[in-house]
Every structure is written in structure tokens, then in C-alpha cells.
């Protein structure tokens, strides 16, 4: 606008006023004049150019208007408006957070739009992928490994580092009553027999300066200091009571007591989530290392403890499966007690040579440890009699021919005499008091279910087949029995298999395979024991009543007939298992099925046998008193057998009871492999009625030893008291 106006004003002084163009709004004709000042005009390019003066005649004059409004000064609004803008610009602070925020929201976007064009070109087929943004950050935004957030603790390692700080609690505690030990300034008191002086309290008349505070050394007053600064901190003796947290207010931990930071003293397992082996069981073995260094190091707990910790971490650490645990740790265990054996040898052999070197200088010690402490019992008892107790009567010792008197055993196994209650509980026979020969029997309800209402057929008691029989109670089809001859019991389960199982004892098949031994004929117990005659009771012979009897062990073998199981054979042993009486029996009926397996007997056994079951009663209550033990195994199949009423009975069936109780057993031979070490019943060729009988007695032996010194205890006891 200034250039125009210089112009035009330039223009109009040096233009004739009549000449077009010269007025004061007019610009000037400068394509005329700058031809004219070139020294060439428009004759010399012979072309004119069009004249538009007129035109901008016709233009409003808006520098006359923009002039008066710069130069209007006077306007008070302009003027306030002027100086608000000149405040607003002298106040303002440029803000540094609000760059960062900008590049934060130009690098997100930035980002975005990468995303965005990486999503485009994965969805694309004929574009490459594009790795996520994570890959493509740079060093300086990823968090380095050491600034990563820490894992949180499991409760099991929080609880460890709470039983860490109550050890260290108490080994500050322990060093720092060593240290006042070390530093005390009093007088050890000694064996001698001078007089100490009396010494008056501060501030007493007997002292020139009352008041005064002890004079103590610089150790004493370090160790009171920090005495005074750990009480609080240390105090294990202090004890919280218990309280319920108001609501909103914090918890108050209890303060643990010496007792249990006793307990605690003991190195702990680290917990390891990922470890392979329980912390428990680590633990326990952890004790036990612990036990066995503490005798290498004569109970030195500093160098013990971490000698435990660092052998059960070592086998840890090596260990990759449980079981390889197990193994490195016991043989650890056998290591340390060679060791702490061989350290105690050290020890005896290093006091027995400083004994000897200074056994001529009056006693004097040459670094030897040595108890000062001796007891009457030490000299009584020697070692043993410092952790026990003493008496000047020998222990008893009980020996075989101790337990073989005959009435030691007949007093001590009264107390394993049968109830009448058990009697009949267990299928007993027992007298019939209406009706003498005649004997009453408890009957299994599960054995009458297998009974059929014809008469002229059964159910076999092995393969469970029904099948017909005549008058005599024999087989009229010719069919073999195929059965199982072990009872099932339930397997435990393994990968294999699965789950428990229920199987066969002789084939380990299942409850519905098929049996895996063969009989000629079917079988069944057919016998009705109370409507039966012939039973006889034992007679109670004459003399005084305060006599012992006699200890018998009888055992009975049984073959199927064709009405049931019937006497075959009967051994009876003493007290000392010497035999007695030992027959074959020929049964009533005809034998259908020797039962070998079982009995032992075959047909060759029984062919010129004439013995009947009348003959064996009568020998049989000759030997035996009413009040004379009989010790057997499931004793009343054999007393049903033998037709033979007694009621002074021992049966290891009932003193061994099984674990699930009535009217489960245990079988013989498993009681004489548990308890006798002994294996019986294994022959093929079957049972044999001494070797049953004389695992009886011996069972019932070892009972009597055992009460024997239970009761010799209690009598040691009550002599001591008294």
C-alpha cells in the first residue's frame, strides 16, 4: 500500500494536472512512462497498450479508509482490547508436558497407523507379514531383566522367612549372652572356702560419694547399650495375648517363646514349588542329617547346622525324581553315622591320651573336654545310668523252656479263653439243655440260600451248578465241577490294571471267569449239625478245682462226602508240640471228593482205615479235661466234626482278628508268615494237621511272651513305687 501511494503521489507531481490519470486517487500511466524513460514507445513495436484508467476510476478509495482507521487513536475500545492482548502475550509460559504429550499421541498414532497397515498387508495374499510391534521397539522402551517386577511369594516361603528371622532372633540372643558371659565382672565362684567382704550399696553411708554410678568397663557399657536397644526388638520371653482385629484395625502378630524358638532353632527346608520332592519329606530327612551332624560336631550347632543344610541341598540338587531323592539321601544318612562314629572314636582316643599325659601333673587339663559332673547312678549304672532308670534287680529275660511250663502257659492264656458270647457267636457247637447227644449250632443264613426246595437236587458248594443227586445223596449225571479253589479278595490297583480289583486267590481271574480247576463230581454241605445226634461234652475230672489243666492244639482234616464235609483225619499236640494222638478216620458217608489240595488225603491213605468217629471220641475225652485249653484255628469246623462239646476253647482266628472285623479271618498261613516268620500250606500235595496245629501253638507262645513281660514290668513298677 506504501509503494502504491509513494507512486502515486510521484505520478501526480510530474504529470500536467489536465492530463488523464493526474488527479489526487488516480494511479499513474506507468507503461507510458516506462517506454518513454526506455527511449522507445509504442511507434517502436508499433503496439499500443489498452487504456483502463477508467476502470479504476470506478474502484472505492480503501487506502484513504485504511489510513483513517491505523490513525484513529482516539478509539477507547481498540485501545482496551490492545492492552488485553499485550497482557495475555506477557503472561503465557510455554509448558514442557505438553510436548511429551504430543509425542506420545503423534508416536501412538504413528504406531496405530502401522498397525493398521500391517493388519492391511497380513490380510492381504499378496503381501508379507509383518511382525507385531513389540519386535520393532527399540532397547530404550523394553524394561531390562533386573527391572522386571519380582515374583510374589508363595505362604510357604513367607513362612520361611518368618522362621529365618525368629533364628536369627534367637542366635543374636545367644551371642549376646555369651558376650555378657564373657564380659561379666563378677567373680566366677570357685571351690574355695574364703570369706568375701561386704560390700555397701551406692550411695551408703559406708561411700564418701553418693550417687555415684558404678565404674564399668568400655565392653560392659557397649554390651548395655545394645541391651537396651534390642529389648523390644528380642524379647522371646514376652508373650501376646490372644485377640480378635477390630474392624478396620490391623492384626497384632504373637510374639513367640522360648519354647518355640527352641523348636525353631533347627535349620528348614526352602520351599520350592518346582522341586519334584515334597517339602515335608525333605524336611523329616533334613532332621535327621541334622541329628547325625550334631555328633561329629560334639552338639556345635555353628558348624553342624550349615554342614546339614549344604549335604541336603546337595542331594536336592542332584536328585531329579523322588525316589532318586530317597536313595541319595539314606545313603547320605549311612555316611554321617560312619562318620560321627569314627569322630566319637577321635574323641575317646584324644581324651584317653590327655588323660594319660597328665595324669602325673596333678589333673591338669591339656585341652581335653571333660564332665566334672558325676551321680550315683553314673557310678552304679556307669553311661546308661545318667539317661534311665536304675535298679539293682537284672531284667528278666524269658527263655523257651520258660514258656514251656505248662501252667505258666495255662495261667497266662485264660485270659484269650473264649465267651460264651464268642461261642456262639463263631458257630460253636454248644449243648442242648432239653435234650442230651444234641448240640446247637448259630447257622449262617447265607449258607441256606444255596439250599433248593426239591429235595432231589443241590447246588454245588464250589461251581454254584444245580444238579440232581438219588436217595443217597449221590450224582446221577456224570458232569465235572470246574471251579475255583482260592476265595477272592480285593487286588490293589497299579497302571496297568487300573483301579481295585476283585480276583481269585489261585489264578488272579476275575469274579466272572471261568474256574481253573477241574472235579469229577459236584459237591455240597448238606449236614444239619442241629437236628444231628452223637455229640459228647468233655467231663471235668475229680481233684482240687484250684489245679491247672493242660494246653492241647488240635487240628482236624475234612474230605466231601455225599452229605458234606466228614472227619478224615485228627492230630493233637501238648504244650512242648509233641503228638499225642494223630488217626485217620473212615467217614459215615461215601467220600465223593478227597479234597487234597486241602486235606492231604488220597484214596490210598483211607483204603484199609477202620477207625470210626465213636473210636476217636473216646479216646479223645480221655485226654481231655473240661477245664484243659484246646488251641486251634477256626476251632468249631473241627469240634463239629469231631462231634465233641468243649467250652474252654483258645482259637488264633479270634485272638488275630482281621482289620475289617467279624465275620472276616485271617488265614493260618498268613499269621504264621507275619508273626512266625514261617511258611506253611505251601505243599501241593496238601495240608498237614501237626504242621497246622503247631502254628498254633507257637502263635499263641509268642502271645504268652509277651503278656509275660508286660506283666513283669508292671509288677518292676509297682515294687519300685512301693
Given at each position: 500500500k506504501d509503494k502504491r501511494r509513494s507512486q502515486a503521489d510521484s505520478g501526480s507531481s510530474g504529470k500536467d494536472p489536465g492530463t488523464p490519470g493526474g488527479g489526487g486517487g488516480q494511479l499513474p500511466d506507468t507503461t507510458t512512462t516506462s517506454f518513454s524513460d526506455g527511449g522507445g514507445g509504442p511507434d517502436d513495436d508499433n503496439e499500443s497498450l489498452p487504456d483502463i484508467s477508467e476502470e479504476l476510476n470506478e474502484l472505492p478509495d480503501l487506502d484513504a479508509d485504511?489510513?483513517?482507521?491505523?490513525?484513529?487513536?482516539?478509539?477507547?475500545?481498540?485501545?482496551?482490547?490492545?492492552?488485553?492482548?499485550?497482557?495475555?502475550?506477557?503472561?503465557?509460559?510455554?509448558?514442557?508436558?505438553?510436548?511429551?504429550?504430543?509425542?506420545?499421541?503423534?508416536?501412538?498414532?504413528?504406531?496405530?497407523?502401522?498397525?493398521?497397515?500391517?493388519?492391511?498387508?497380513?490380510?492381504?495374499?499378496?503381501?508379507?507379514?509383518?511382525?507385531?510391534?513389540?519386535?520393532?521397539?527399540?532397547?530404550?522402551?523394553?524394561?531390562?531383566?533386573?527391572?522386571?517386577?519380582?515374583?510374589?511369594?508363595?505362604?510357604?516361603?513367607?513362612?520361611?522367612?518368618?522362621?529365618?528371622?525368629?533364628?536369627?532372633?534367637?542366635?543374636?540372643?545367644?551371642?549376646?549372652?555369651?558376650?555378657?558371659?564373657?564380659?561379666?565382672?563378677?567373680?566366677?565362684?570357685?571351690?574355695?572356702?574364703?570369706?568375701?567382704?561386704?560390700?555397701?550399696?551406692?550411695?551408703?553411708?559406708?561411700?564418701?560419694?553418693?550417687?555415684?554410678?558404678?565404674?564399668?568397663?568400655?565392653?560392659?557399657?557397649?554390651?548395655?547399650?545394645?541391651?537396651?536397644?534390642?529389648?523390644?526388638?528380642?524379647?522371646?520371653?514376652?508373650?501376646?495375648?490372644?485377640?480378635?482385629?477390630?474392624?478396620?484395625?490391623?492384626?497384632?502378630?504373637?510374639?513367640?517363646?522360648?519354647?518355640?524358638?527352641?523348636?525353631?532353632?533347627?535349620?528348614?527346608?526352602?520351599?520350592?514349588?518346582?522341586?519334584?520332592?515334597?517339602?515335608?519329606?525333605?524336611?523329616?530327612?533334613?532332621?535327621?542329617?541334622?541329628?547325625?551332624?550334631?555328633?561329629?560336631?560334639?552338639?556345635?550347632?555353628?558348624?553342624?547346622?550349615?554342614?546339614?543344610?549344604?549335604?541336603?541341598?546337595?542331594?536336592?540338587?542332584?536328585?531329579?525324581?523322588?525316589?532318586?531323592?530317597?536313595?541319595?539321601?539314606?545313603?547320605?544318612?549311612?555316611?554321617?553315622?560312619?562318620?560321627?562314629?569314627?569322630?566319637?572314636?577321635?574323641?575317646?582316643?584324644?581324651?584317653?591320651?590327655?588323660?594319660?599325659?597328665?595324669?602325673?601333673?596333678?589333673?591338669?587339663?591339656?585341652?581335653?573336654?571333660?564332665?566334672?559332673?558325676?551321680?550315683?547312678?553314673?557310678?552304679?549304672?556307669?553311661?546308661?545310668?545318667?539317661?534311665?532308670?536304675?535298679?539293682?534287680?537284672?531284667?528278666?529275660?524269658?527263655?523257651?523252656?520258660?514258656?514251656?511250663?505248662?501252667?505258666?502257659?495255662?495261667?497266662?492264656?485264660?485270659?484269650?479263653?473264649?465267651t460264651e458270647e464268642q461261642l456262639v457267636s463263631n458257630g460253636f457247637p454248644r449243648p442242648d439243655p432239653e435234650e442230651p447227644g444234641k448240640a446247637i449250632v448259630k447257622v449262617d443264613s447265607n449258607v441256606t440260600a444255596y439250599k433248593p426246595s426239591n429235595p432231589n437236587r443241590r447246588i454245588c458248594s464250589r461251581c454254584k451248578t444245580e444238579y440232581r443227586v438219588d436217595d443217597n445223596g449221590k450224582q446221577i449225571d456224570v458232569e465235572d465241577c470246574v471251579y475255583h479253589w482260592g476265595r477272592q479278595h480285593r487286588q490293589r490297583g497299579n497302571r496297568a490294571l487300573g483301579g481295585a480289583q476283585t480276583v481269585f486267590y489261585c489264578c488272579q481271574q476275575g469274579p466272572d471267569s471261568q474256574g481253573c480247576q477241574v472235579g469229577k463230581a459236584h459237591v455240597t454241605d448238606v449236614l444239619d449239625y442241629n437236628n444231628m445226634r452223637g455229640f459228647v461234652s468233655t467231663l471235668e475230672r475229680g481233684g482240687s478245682r484250684s489245679a491247672g489243666g493242660k494246653v492241647f492244639a488240635l487240628d482236624c482234616e475234612m474230605c466231601y462226602t455225599t452229605q458234606g464235609n466228614e472227619l478224615t483225619r485228627v492230630t493233637v499236640i501238648d504244650h512242648s508240640g509233641e503228638v499225642v494222638y494223630e488217626n485217620l478216620v473212615k467217614p459215615d458217608n461215601e467220600i465223593v471228593d478227597y479234597n487234597t489240595r486241602f486235606s492231604g488225603i488220597t484214596e490210598e491213605d483211607l483204603k484199609d482205615v477202620t477207625t470210626t468217629i465213636v473210636q476217636v471220641q473216646a479216646v479223645l475225652l480221655l485226654k481231655f479235661d473240661a477245664k484243659d485249653i484246646l488251641i486251634g484255628h477256626s476251632l468249631e469246623s473241627d469240634l463239629k466234626a469231631l462231634k465233641i462239646l468243649h467250652s474252654t476253647v483258645v482259637d488264633t482266628s479270634v485272638v488275630f482278628p482281621h482289620r475289617m472285623g467279624p465275620p472276616f479271618k485271617r488265614a493260618l498261613r498268613f499269621l504264621a508268615t507275619d508273626y512266625l516268620k514261617r511258611i506253611i500250606q505251601s505243599d501241593e500235595g496238601g495240608h498237614d494237621s501237626k504242621e497246622d496245629a503247631l502254628a498254633c501253638l507257637d502263635l499263641m507262645k509268642m502271645k504268652v511272651r509277651e503278656e509275660v513281660k508286660r506283666l513283669s514290668k508292671k509288677a518292676r513298677i509297682q515294687a519300685m513305687y512301693q
Open positions: 485504511l489510513d483513517a482507521m491505523f490513525n484513529d487513536t482516539s478509539n477507547d475500545s481498540f485501545a482496551a482490547g490492545d492492552d488485553e492482548l499485550q497482557r495475555l502475550f506477557n503472561e503465557y509460559r510455554p509448558e514442557q508436558g505438553n510436548n511429551k504429550a504430543a509425542k506420545a499421541k503423534a508416536s501412538k498414532e504413528g504406531g496405530s497407523s502401522s498397525k493398521n497397515s500391517s493388519n492391511t498387508a497380513s490380510s492381504s495374499p499378496s503381501k508379507k507379514r509383518v511382525a507385531h510391534d513389540g519386535a520393532t521397539e527399540s532397547g530404550e522402551t523394553r524394561r531390562p531383566l533386573h527391572m522386571r517386577k519380582p515374583q510374589t511369594k508363595t505362604p510357604a516361603q513367607a513362612l520361611l522367612d518368618r522362621y529365618k528371622k525368629i533364628q536369627q532372633m534367637t542366635q543374636h540372643k545367644d551371642m549376646e549372652k555369651q558376650l555378657e558371659q564373657m564380659t561379666s565382672e563378677e567373680p566366677t565362684p570357685g571351690p574355695s572356702n574364703r570369706r568375701i567382704a561386704h560390700q555397701p550399696r551406692p550411695g551408703g553411708s559406708g561411700q564418701s560419694g553418693s550417687g555415684a554410678p558404678p565404674v564399668r568397663s568400655k565392653a560392659m557399657q557397649q554390651l548395655l547399650a545394645r541391651k537396651a536397644s534390642t529389648t523390644s526388638r528380642y524379647d522371646t520371653e514376652a508373650s501376646t495375648a490372644a485377640q480378635t482385629a477390630g474392624k478396620g484395625g490391623s492384626r497384632v502378630a504373637h510374639t513367640p517363646t522360648s519354647a518355640a524358638a527352641a523348636v525353631l532353632a533347627k535349620p528348614i527346608v526352602t520351599p520350592d514349588p518346582h522341586s519334584k520332592v515334597p517339602t515335608n519329606v525333605r524336611q523329616r530327612y533334613l532332621d535327621s542329617i541334622v541329628e547325625e551332624c550334631l555328633k561329629i560336631y560334639d552338639n556345635d550347632n555353628a558348624q553342624a547346622y550349615p554342614r546339614a543344610e549344604k549335604e541336603e541341598q546337595d542331594c536336592c540338587r542332584k536328585a531329579s525324581t523322588r525316589m532318586i531323592y530317597l536313595n541319595l539321601v539314606v545313603n547320605k544318612i549311612k555316611k554321617l553315622r560312619n562318620e560321627a562314629e569314627q569322630a566319637k572314636a577321635n574323641r575317646s582316643n584324644a581324651g584317653n591320651a590327655a588323660s594319660s599325659q597328665s595324669g602325673g601333673a596333678g589333673g591338669a587339663a591339656s585341652g581335653a573336654k571333660r564332665n566334672m559332673l558325676t551321680t550315683h547312678m553314673q557310678v552304679l549304672a556307669g553311661k546308661p545310668g545318667s539317661i534311665g532308670t536304675w535298679s539293682i534287680e537284672k531284667p528278666v529275660k524269658l527263655t523257651d523252656e520258660d514258656i514251656n511250663d505248662q501252667d505258666l502257659m495255662y495261667n497266662v492264656m485264660k485270659k484269650f479263653i473264649l
